[in-house]
């Protein structure tokens, strides 16, 4: 069977979980035999040889306007798509951001030299003044290309029709409010069904304050869509009752660890040294940092040989540098700002606990990689990831002083520590994408047989 | 004459309340006592008192010829006074028939004899005081704790002066031989064994209502004729079970009050048939070889071994931490004290730290007021460090 998966990200050029997710899913479904196209935004070096799947940039495809169009004109165009596909929806402004990704260094550099190739256009000086009234201090991080964003789906989309015409395929699989639009054009050319993956939704980004535009992109892709694959029965839930889909349309599929042949380094643990309990993410509203934050002054209350270490960077940054210092337990809380690869795995093996106190989190994939180096992980309850962990501590992200509890049980009592650790290293291994793979290809045969 | 014997558990945990690290030298207050108030309700109205009064009838009815026994914790019969004293009340009537035996346990549910043999024997001893005065009889039938037992069990029990003792007819220990039989462990001179026939005991207590059994529905006749067809292969059939199975793990939709309500008839209407409580049973009956059982074994999951208890790390270190605390506790004389540390023996405590959920995990969970087994833990290292503090005054 031929698959025509629009991504928005791919290793080794990705800023989040969502082309680790694509990653791991495409290469369990190639082992199963499925052929996979996975068409990106733009194709970056690396990127094509030693892939499993074959890979589609949409900046290869020709522009059809005669001129380069402006991102002003772009959005324009998105506005008019989206207002033509689904009438009755209404659009409201898009002067905001619009992904947690803006906030991420390393998407903005490749936004960054994407904007250099394409060239400066002469609306940006004023999109720029726009968002910044809108957004306050997150327009400083994320600069001006949020609208430069909303461009780029806006022409990703229009492109998506053309490369379901030129590459064979008998599933559309398109993941997240990101490819909605090119999956829907997609299915508009070539007929073939629509699977809409949901790795993240505007309601697990930004609480209740949701933005209008994404909700109804979201909802529009998952309206018009076959099937709906849903990363956990938290996400399915929040697709029901907030987007009003029929739960029969809705599918879960679990994510999973990508198996590589790449071996952890052994840590040591038993120096004699400060235990480190470790936050790593971005620092957003949906990560919850802030009780993070709480809970460690708690636990520094009760004992003084522990540091908190921060890694990661976001708009909420600020604030929580604020509360630690209002706190007064700077000395025993670190930020390090966003960590690459290789500090990332230093700073698992310098970890004795991985706490993720998200707000809402669809999936969760990092507490999974922290297991693989032996960290005790900490979970908020209100996470899809805590629906497959049995050997991991939970917790309801409001409450600190269960989580303060948790920490401290695990820095006091080796037994639980050992005991969560042993167990945890088997569950790992038997979280695999091949299973993912394997309900996919179910409703893939579902679908196109239907 | 071919006895039926019926022994029946009685047992409520203390489950303990939520207790943070925050709470450890600001709350001596351990227990949840709204939980435990509500459960015994519950299970008092579904089980207890419906059961009792069925067993009550029958013994009534067959005017002698039924009998039974059971073993009621001293955490139970706690709990009966406190939140349920019609329950406590309908024992009592059983007791007066003169149909019913009492078993003696370790008072709190525990552990102990793994432990501290003079903590085993001060917790035997004082539960046996609690039934003389609750039901006017002397124990002369032991059970441990689930069923854990081996040979020094045996000779601890022996030691006490009781005659008989009750333990799992486990594959394990009986290999090819029956567990309808009195047997003798192997170190005693006196003291005679009954052995639980799980299979017939679990068709009655785990598979009643279970609709993909091949034996659903499961009638008091189809079960005398499985009782009749032992007939020349034994001389006791043991059917030991939770009480909680009447009411409670089988609901009385399923029919479970019914199949009790008959099966006395249908067993006494065999020739050579009737019943026989424990003691009665021993007395009447020859050990018919030596029973050598060196390792234990206990009537908990699959394993039929002291895993669900004793497993673990988290479970070794909590179960090593609270009898610790043996020395220092009873040289306070203070019974407060000695009794609040005895309630953090309780072996439901250990088992809800038990980590095998993959093979065992119904049954565990569904016992388990816990999220998870680290959820057990935690909050029991907290509350057992608060009480070690409260120790060192």
């Not at chain 1, 500090?343 to 998200?358: F, Q, T």
Request: hydrophobic share 40%; aromatic share 10%; glycine share 6%.
């Amino acid at each position: 069977m031929r698959i025509l998966m629009y991504g928005w990200e791919f290793p080794p050029h990705i800023s989040g979980g969502l082309g680790v997710a694509c990653f791991g899913m495409t290469q369990a479904l190639a082992a199963r035999g499925f052929e996979t196209t996975f068409v990106l935004p733009k194709l970056k070096e690396g990127m094509t040889r030693e892939s499993h799947v074959d890979l589609v940039g949409v900046s290869q495809f020709p522009v059809t306007s005669a001129r380069p169009r402006s991102a002003r004109e772009d959005l324009e165009m998105l506005k008019a798509k989206v207002t033509e596909i689904a009438k009755n929806v209404e659009l409201k402004s898009v002067d905001s951001l619009l992904s947690p990704y803006l906030t991420e260094g390393s998407y903005m550099t490749e936004l960054r030299k994407l904007q250099k190739i394409e060239g400066e256009d002469e609306q940006t000086a004023q999109d720029k003044e726009v968002s910044a009234n809108a957004q306050g201090f997150q327009m400083e991080m994320s600069g001006d290309y949020g609208p430069n964003l909303m461009a780029e789906i806006a022409r990703y989309a229009a492109v998506a029709g053309s490369i379901a015409n030129t590459v064979p395929h008998d599933v559309i699989h398109s993941h997240d409010w990101l490819t909605v639009l090119a999956g829907i054009e997609a299915k508009r050319v070539s007929g073939k069904p629509l699977v809409v993956h949901a790795h993240a939704l505007e309601f697990d980004r930004s609480g209740e304050n949701v933005n209008q535009m994404v909700y109804d992109i979201e909802r529009l892709g998952m309206q018009k869509a076959d099937r709906v694959v849903a990363v956990s029965h938290y996400t399915k839930d929040i697709i029901v009752r907030r987007y009003g889909i029929d739960p029969e349309k809705v599918e879960v599929v679990h994510n999973a660890v990508i198996r590589d042949t790449y071996e952890v380094p052994v840590p040591d643990r038993n120096k004699k040294r400060d235990k480190v309990v470790l936050f790593l993410g971005r620092i957003t509203y949906q990560k919850g940092p802030d009780y993070f934050v709480e809970a460690a002054a708690k636990v520094l209350r009760a004992r003084e040989d522990v540091r908190f270490v921060m890694a990661g960077s976001g708009d909420m940054a600020p604030r929580v540098i604020e509360r630690v210092a209002q706190l007064g337990i700077g000395r025993r809380f670190h930020f390090t700002g966003f960590l690459n690869g290789a500090a990332v795995e230093k700073m698992y093996l310098e970890s004795d606990i991985y706490v993720m106190p998200s707000v809402s989190e669809p999936f969760g994939i990092s507490p999974l990689e922290a297991m693989r180096y032996d960290v005790p992980v900490i979970i908020s309850r209100q996470s899809g990831v805590s629906e497959i962990l049995k050997h991991a501590l939970k917790v309801d992200f409001w409450d600190i002083d269960e989580l303060a509890n948790k920490i401290l049980a695990l820095l006091d009592h080796s037994a639980l520590r050992t005991e969560i650790v042993d167990k945890a290293s088997k569950e790992l291994e038997g979280i695999q994408w091949d299973n993912a793979a394997r309900r996919l290809g179910e409703i893939y045969s579902a679908v196109a047989t239907a | 004459m071919i006895y039926v014997t019926c022994y029946f558990q009685v047992h409520q945990p203390n489950r303990l309340r939520k207790y943070s690290f925050f709470d450890i030298g600001h709350s001596n207050f351990y227990e949840d006592e709204d939980k435990n108030a509500a459960v015994l309700r519950k299970v008092a109205k579904k089980c207890y008192l419906p059961a009792n009064r069925l067993m009550l009838e029958l013994i009534e009815k067959h005017k002698g010829r039924f009998r039974i026994s059971y073993c009621l914790t001293g955490t139970v019969l706690e709990q009966m006074r406190k939140y349920s004293p019609e329950t406590l009340e309908s024992f009592k009537q059983l007791a007066q028939t003169g149909c019913v035996e009492f078993l003696a346990e370790t008072y709190n549910h525990s552990l102990a004899f793994l432990f501290s043999k003079d903590e085993f024997q001060r917790q035997v001893r004082r539960h046996m005081e609690v039934i003389e005065q609750e039901f006017g009889q002397k124990p002369r039938t032991f059970r441990n704790t689930e069923l854990i037992y081996n040979n020094e069990v045996a000779s601890s029990v022996e030691e006490m002066g009781f005659s008989t003792l009750i333990a799992e007819g486990a594959d394990r220990i009986l290999g090819w031989r029956s567990p309808n039989f009195v047997y003798q462990p192997e170190p005693s001179a006196k003291l005679k064994l009954l052995l639980r026939n799980y299979r017939l005991s679990d068709d009655i207590a785990f598979r009643f209502s279970n609709r993909d059994w091949s034996e659903w529905p499961l009638t008091a006749d189809k079960f005398a004729h499985w009782v009749q067809d032992l007939r020349g292969n034994g001389e006791t059939v043991n059917l030991f079970m939770d009480y909680e199975t009447f009411g409670e793990h089988q609901w009385e939709e399923t029919g479970i009050f019914d199949f009790l309500r008959n099966l006395p008839e249908r067993i006494l209407a065999l020739p050579d048939f009737g019943f026989g409580t424990p003691s009665e049973v021993s007395r009447s009956l020859a050990p018919v070889a030596k029973l050598d059982v060196p390792d234990y074994v206990s009537w908990a999951d699959v394993e039929r071994d002291l895993t669900a208890w004793k497993g673990n790390h988290m479970q070794e270190d909590a179960l090593n931490g609270v009898y610790s605390l043996e020395k220092p506790v009873m040289e306070t004389h203070d019974t407060e004290l000695i009794e609040a540390w005895r309630a953090l023996q309780t072996s439901d405590h250990f088992y809800y730290m038990c980590t095998k959920w993959f093979a065992d995990g119904d049954v565990h969970r569904y016992f388990n007021p816990y999220d998870s087994p680290y959820d057990a833990y935690i909050n029991y290292q907290n509350v057992l460090a608060d009480f070690e503090r409260s120790l060192k005054g």
